[in-house]
């Protein structure tokens, strides 16, 4: 519902301010005076695109504010998935600046014009005899339907069970998809991973089987130095052990002598005692250095492999090359189980199918079982709003499952007596389409919450008895729902809980429009020129009170 609507530097409109019944608010004006400029600045705040031309002082930027009650529309989905702040009463702010630049505004968050156009379609329903577009839709027939069957309940099962649905299609679909791929691959993969299974590569071998490859192809070299070190250190008359026992023989003589050399002695026995380890070492390593050249073929065959396997898939370790088996195994071990898991998937799709067509077919028999009282619902409020001879079917035909259902609903219409119904699109007049989408929102009003509705001289065309049952219609909606008027009928303007006057002001150098909220004397007045021009008579005022309190 909308609260308060401010309109500043619009067009004609310098400031603009006003607070709409919660049900039924008339607008009258002058042809000229203003009336659809409001109708164009209420449409950028609905998300309407604009350009500099709308503003009245091109030195100041255009600002256009809504002041919304949402609480009844249950649009806190809505707000959550765009990441905006949900809170009533909820403030919708438009702002277009000199340079051109337009900006949006939600609850003072900025976002974008398509966020604010599917935002402002759930706030407001801006309705005019030229805009027929939106019955046309078939979209919106449906929904017109589902409306009136009241088939919420059934819709929103429907749509998980729609929902599980293409998440079964979207597995099965992968799966099967992978599966191809797959295949093509086995072969090759499986070759791969014999290649690498036939290693059984252990971890921290190769560093294993470099250190002994070095080793057994320097064997003989190395043996021979090892050798000619041992010769060094135990050779009879000249070796390092035999000198440097003699060594130790005399400072043992010098610490006998004198105490100071005690401490040599003991600096020398721990050198003599590392390196008598460093000779039992050597005799240790030279006992172990084989020269095996069967062995040395066998590592250098392995590491060749290693290495070759390790250019082919570009890693540098043995540790990589077994977390490539590993993955290997695990794609030939899916391919090796494709058919059951496919064969899974397959059942989880049919059965999520299943189960989706099954409430598709509890939907649409909802949806049916309304239409005979939907098309004679309508025809007699038609009948009633002057067309008599009109006739309302619902066509409905099975289509390929949606979001929406399994059904495509048309509604057909004829405005004239032994005319079939066809297609609104194709015979519908804009008066006639203008009366017969007023005549389903009155149908809907008491069905689900509806925007705030604005009607923009729909009463074109219309007088009488025909306006007046217009006008108790709208009164009708308007007990559940706001509804704003802009009517040239007097009749029509009488019947609202408050009345807007939009006029010219040419007081000030340039011409402004301006409204006014109109106090039951001034209602009189403007019906009574309503009814008789701008010097209306006595008896024109008389018709004008006695409309206003019928």
């Given at each position: 519902m909308?609260?308060?609507?401010?309109?500043?530097?619009?067009?004609?409109?310098?400031?603009?301010?006003?607070?709409?019944s919660p049900a039924l608010s008339m607008i009258t004006g002058e042809t000229g005076a203003g009336k659809s400029i409001m109708l164009g600045a209420v449409g950028l705040l609905l998300g309407n695109r604009a350009d500099t031309k709308v503003l009245l002082t091109e030195e100041k930027k255009c600002i256009i504010e809504g002041v919304f009650e949402i609480g009844a529309y249950g649009l806190g989905d809505f707000f959550e998935t765009q990441e905006l702040d949900y809170e009533t009463p909820c403030i919708i702010r438009r702002e277009i600046s000199p340079s051109g630049k337009s900006r949006s505004f939600v609850n003072d968050t900025p976002v974008k014009l398509d966020v604010l156009k599917e935002l402002g379609a759930k706030l407001m329903d801006v309705h005019s005899q030229h805009d027929t577009l939106q019955l046309a839709d078939g979209k919106y027939q449906l929904g017109i339907i589902d409306a009136f069957a009241q088939s919420q309940a059934e819709i929103k099962v429907y749509k998980t069970d729609y929902s599980d649905f293409r998440k079964a299609k979207k597995a099965f679909d992968t799966i099967q998809r992978e599966a191809i791929e797959l295949q093509k691959e086995a072969d090759f993969n499986q070759f791969q991973l014999d290649e690498l299974s036939s290693l059984t590569l252990q971890t921290g071998e190769q560093e294993e089987m470099e250190s002994n490859q070095e080793i057994l192809e320097n064997a003989e070299e190395i043996k021979q130095k090892i050798n000619e070190l041992l010769n060094l250190f135990h050779d009879e008359q000249f070796g390092l052990v035999q000198g440097l026992s003699q060594v130790q023989q005399g400072l043992q003589n010098l610490g006998r002598l004198a105490h100071k050399f005690d401490g040599l002695k003991d600096r020398f026995q721990e050198t003599f005692i590392e390196l008598k380890d460093i000779a039992d070492t050597l005799g240790d390593e030279e006992g172990k250095v084989e020269i095996d050249f069967e062995k040395l073929d066998e590592i250098r065959e392995r590491l060749s492999k290693i290495y070759q396997l390790q250019k082919k898939h570009g890693v540098n370790s043995v540790e990589e090359l077994m977390a490539i088996e590993a993955e290997l195994a695990e794609k030939v071990f899916q391919v090796q189980n494709l058919d059951e898991n496919l064969k899974e998937a397959e059942e989880k799709?049919?059965?999520?199918?299943?189960?989706?067509?099954?409430?598709?077919?509890?939907?649409?028999?909802?949806?049916?079982?309304?239409?005979?009282?939907f098309e004679k619902s309508l025809q007699e409020l038609l009948?009633?709003?002057?067309?008599?001879?009109?006739?309302?079917?619902?066509e409905c035909k099975s289509v390929a499952p949606s979001n929406s259902g399994l059904d495509e609903v048309e509604i057909l219409f004829s405005a004239n007596k032994g005319s079939m119904p066809q297609p609104l699109k194709k015979v519908a007049s804009g008066g006639e389409f203008s009366r017969l989408l007023f005549g389903i929102k009155y149908l809907m009003a008491d069905k689900m919450a509806l925007p705030t509705l604005i009607f923009d001289e729909i009463d074109t065309g219309i007088s009488g008895e025909v306006a007046l049952q217009m006008v108790r219609m709208m009164k009708e909606i308007s007990k559940e729902h706001q509804v704003i008027c802009i009517t040239h009928l007097p009749q029509v303007a009488a019947k609202g809980d408050m009345h807007y006057f939009v006029y010219k002001d040419n007081n000030s150098d340039r011409t402004i429009s301006k409204i006014k909220l109109l106090d039951e004397t001034e209602r009189v007045s403007e019906l009574a020129k309503m009814i008789a021009g701008s010097n209306p008579s006595s008896s024109a005022v008389e018709s004008a009170k006695e409309l206003l309190h019928q």
């Amino acid at each position: 519902m909308l609260k308060t609507l401010s309109i500043s530097n619009y067009a004609l409109i310098d400031e603009l301010q006003m607070q709409p019944s919660p049900a039924l608010s008339m607008i009258t004006g002058e042809t000229g005076a203003g009336k659809s400029i409001m109708l164009g600045a209420v449409g950028l705040l609905l998300g309407n695109r604009a350009d500099t031309k709308v503003l009245l002082t091109e030195e100041k930027k255009c600002i256009i504010e809504g002041v919304f009650e949402i609480g009844a529309y249950g649009l806190g989905d809505f707000f959550e998935t765009q990441e905006l702040d949900y809170e009533t009463p909820c403030i919708i702010r438009r702002e277009i600046s000199p340079s051109g630049k337009s900006r949006s505004f939600v609850n003072d968050t900025p976002v974008k014009l398509d966020v604010l156009k599917e935002l402002g379609a759930k706030l407001m329903d801006v309705h005019s005899q030229h805009d027929t577009l939106q019955l046309a839709d078939g979209k919106y027939q449906l929904g017109i339907i589902d409306a009136f069957a009241q088939s919420q309940a059934e819709i929103k099962v429907y749509k998980t069970d729609y929902s599980d649905f293409r998440k079964a299609k979207k597995a099965f679909d992968t799966i099967q998809r992978e599966a191809i791929e797959l295949q093509k691959e086995a072969d090759f993969n499986q070759f791969q991973l014999d290649e690498l299974s036939s290693l059984t590569l252990q971890t921290g071998e190769q560093e294993e089987m470099e250190s002994n490859q070095e080793i057994l192809e320097n064997a003989e070299e190395i043996k021979q130095k090892i050798n000619e070190l041992l010769n060094l250190f135990h050779d009879e008359q000249f070796g390092l052990v035999q000198g440097l026992s003699q060594v130790q023989q005399g400072l043992q003589n010098l610490g006998r002598l004198a105490h100071k050399f005690d401490g040599l002695k003991d600096r020398f026995q721990e050198t003599f005692i590392e390196l008598k380890d460093i000779a039992d070492t050597l005799g240790d390593e030279e006992g172990k250095v084989e020269i095996d050249f069967e062995k040395l073929d066998e590592i250098r065959e392995r590491l060749s492999k290693i290495y070759q396997l390790q250019k082919k898939h570009g890693v540098n370790s043995v540790e990589e090359l077994m977390a490539i088996e590993a993955e290997l195994a695990e794609k030939v071990f899916q391919v090796q189980n494709l058919d059951e898991n496919l064969k899974e998937a397959e059942e989880k799709l049919k059965a999520a199918e299943k189960k989706m067509l099954s409430s598709g077919e509890l939907l649409s028999k909802k949806r049916k079982s309304c239409f005979s009282v939907f098309e004679k619902s309508l025809q007699e409020l038609l009948s009633g709003l002057g067309m008599e001879n009109a006739k309302i079917q619902v066509e409905c035909k099975s289509v390929a499952p949606s979001n929406s259902g399994l059904d495509e609903v048309e509604i057909l219409f004829s405005a004239n007596k032994g005319s079939m119904p066809q297609p609104l699109k194709k015979v519908a007049s804009g008066g006639e389409f203008s009366r017969l989408l007023f005549g389903i929102k009155y149908l809907m009003a008491d069905k689900m919450a509806l925007p705030t509705l604005i009607f923009d001289e729909i009463d074109t065309g219309i007088s009488g008895e025909v306006a007046l049952q217009m006008v108790r219609m709208m009164k009708e909606i308007s007990k559940e729902h706001q509804v704003i008027c802009i009517t040239h009928l007097p009749q029509v303007a009488a019947k609202g809980d408050m009345h807007y006057f939009v006029y010219k002001d040419n007081n000030s150098d340039r011409t402004i429009s301006k409204i006014k909220l109109l106090d039951e004397t001034e209602r009189v007045s403007e019906l009574a020129k309503m009814i008789a021009g701008s010097n209306p008579s006595s008896s024109a005022v008389e018709s004008a009170k006695e409309l206003l309190h019928q």
